[in-house]
C-alpha cells in the first residue's frame, strides 16, 4: 500500500475541498493518518452529510485512491440509505450493518473490512455522538492487549477524561477514580462474561443502572461528610463540597454503626427530570439559552461558585461503590445493604445475577422500563459480588477487569419540525435552534434543539 500524505496537509486539502462545496466554513474534520486513511465526518448535518462525504470520497476515487463509505449513523436511518444511494450513484462502496448495532461497533467493523480489501481511504458517515477518537481508541486497546509487550506506558488507554478546574481546589483521592470498559452489544457483553467464568470459575454479577450524571466521591470521618471531590482526571479531582452539602439526598452525619471511621463512597451526581424541565422553563422566561440535557446540567451545576445557585437547582445524588482497603464485607451486595442503613440513597433497582441469561434479562427490562424513572440512564454496570474475586481480577490502568458497562441504544422519537430560529449567545455567537412539536423523549418533553 503506497504511503498517503502527512495528517495536517489532508486536513488541507479536505477542508480546501469542503469549503467549496459548502460555499462558507467547511465543519470538523478528524484525521487518521495510519493507512488506511480515516476521514471523519464530524459538524456536517442532515443530509448534506452523507452528500460532502461522497463528493470527497469521489474527489479521492478521482486522484487514484481507493475509498470506502461507512455508514454509521444508526440514529438516522434515512442518513444509511441516502449514503448507499450516493455510493451506487459515485461507484464507491458503502458499508454498514444497519441501524441495529451501534456507531462505534459499525466503525469498528468498517476499518477491520477496509484492511481486509485494502481500500486506503475509509470516510465515516458519523452518528452525532460518535467521534474517531473513541473509534481509534478501541483499536489501540485490542492492540495493546494483543501485544502487550509493545505496549506505551504512556499510552492515551491509560488515561481518564478530566473536569478539573482552576475554580476549586485540587484535592488528590485517597483511592483512584477509575472510569469503567463499556460494551455496546450483546455479544461484546457475552465475550466479557465469558472470560470472566473461564477465568474464575462459578461467579455471580450484581447488576445496576447506570445513572447518567457527573461522578462524584464523598470522603466521611467518624461519621460525617468531610469532602466531596469531583472524579478530575482520576487520580485528583475539584474540592466541591460547599455545593454537594446542598443536595438533601448527601447526608451531613451517618446513622446506624459500623462505618469505618474514614472512607470514600463514590456515586452520582444526577438533575432529576423534574429540575431540568422547571430549570428550563425558568430559563425560557428570562430569556436565557435553555439547558441541553441532564447530564450536563449536573456536571454545569456542580462547578456553579454560588451554593444558593446549586440549592436552587435541585440536584440529586445516588451511591454505588465503597473505597476501602478493609471493608467488613465478603460481596458488594453486602456492602450497599449496609450504606443504605448508614442513611446513603442506594439504587433499589439491582439484582444478583448468576448466568448470562439472567444479565441480558435486567438489561431488557430496563431497556424499557428506564423510560417511566424519574431521571436519566444510559445503560447497567455489571459487576463481580464477591470482593475475593474482584481482587482475583484487578484492574487495567483505566478500569477495573472485575465491571463492566452496558450502554443503551440512544432514544429516537419522531416529530414536525415548525420554524427555525436564531439565538444570539453572550458572545455573539449566533445558534440556528430547531423549534418543533413537543415530544416525549428520555424522560422529558422537548420542544427545541440546537442544530
Known sequence: MESLLPAQQIVKIVNEELIKLMGGEAPQININPKPPTVVMMVGLQGAGKTTHAGKIANMYKHKGKNPLLVACDVY?????????????????????????????????????????????????????????????????????????????????????????????????????MQSLANTYSSEELGEWIDRIVKELGEVEFVTELKFDGTAISLCYENGALKRAVTRGDGRRGDDVTNNVRTITSVPLKLRGEGYPALFEIRGEIIMPYASFDRLNREREAAGEPLLANPRNAAAGTLKLQSSQTVAHRGLDCTLYHLADDNLPYTTHAEMLSAARGWGFKISDHTAICRSREEVEKFIAYWDTERKALPYATDGVVIKVNSYAQQRTLGSTAKAPRWAVAYKFQAEKALTRLSEVTYQVGRTGAVTPVANFEPVQLSGTMVKRATL
Open 76 to 176: 438516522r436511518p434515512a442518513a444509511i440509505k441516502q449514503l448507499e444511494i450516493v455510493g451506487e450513484k459515485l461507484g464507491i462502496p458503502v458499508f454498514t450493518l444497519g441501524d441495529k448495532v451501534s456507531p462505534v461497533k459499525i466503525a469498528e467493523e468498517g476499518l477491520k473490512y477496509a484492511k481486509q480489501k485494502g481500500y486506503d481511504m475509509v470516510f465515516i458517515d458519523t452518528a452525532g455522538r460518535l467521534q474517531i477518537d473513541e473509534v481509534l481508541m478501541r483499536e489501540l486497546q485490542d492492540l495493546e492487549a494483543t501485544y502487550p509487550e509493545d505496549a506505551d506506558p504512556n499510552s492515551p488507554t491509560k488515561r481518564v477524561g478530566s473536569d478539573l478546574t482552576t475554580e476549586f481546589e485540587s484535592i488528590e483521592h485517597r483511592y483512584p
